[in-house]
């Protein structure tokens, strides 16, 4: 059964105030307070998105994860390697002769192939290609480099 409801206006408020709290009372709130300030051992569960199902053991489980370390730590190298492979700042002259010859044979280049062919870092290579190319707004060629027009022959 529902308590039943008070009906009426609040005229004044009051506060109640605990006079003398006894000590067993005391010795409750500290006890909670102790309790709510432990915090429960963390445990972690490393999730690798994959269900076991019939016949898998978690030995192979491991074995699928080495080999995914190894495949991350061959491409860490791979990527080290490739950086390592970025020849030093090519003079300006003798990379403006470089692009003109990769421009005689090409149209059109993409960046990333220039980069690959001359060797040179981006910051590099984009701040003599933007003085010599222009870049392809719209078309099949979009965002490809070719020569300005004053460069071009024929």
Aim: net charge positive.
């Amino acid at each position: 059964p529902r308590p039943p409801a008070l009906e009426g206006k609040v005229e004044r408020k009051g506060e109640v105030l605990a006079g003398k709290l006894s000590h067993s009372y005391k010795q409750l709130l500290a006890a909670r307070t102790e309790r709510a300030a432990l915090r429960p051992e963390v445990q972690i569960y490393e999730e690798t998105g994959r269900e076991l199902g019939k016949g898998q053991s978690i030995a192979k489980e491991k074995k699928v994860a080495g080999k995914e370390e190894k495949r991350k730590a061959v491409g860490i190298m791979a990527r080290a390697n490739k950086r390592l492979h970025v020849t030093p700042e090519m003079p300006r002259d003798q990379l403006l002769d470089l692009l003109f010859a990769k421009f005689s044979e090409h149209k059109f280049w993409h960046r990333k192939d220039l980069m690959n062919e001359t060797g040179q870092k981006q910051n590099h290579l984009t701040e003599i290609l933007e003085e010599i190319a222009e870049r392809v707004r719209f078309g099949k060629n979009k965002g490809e480099y070719q020569l300005k027009s004053e460069y071009r022959s024929g």
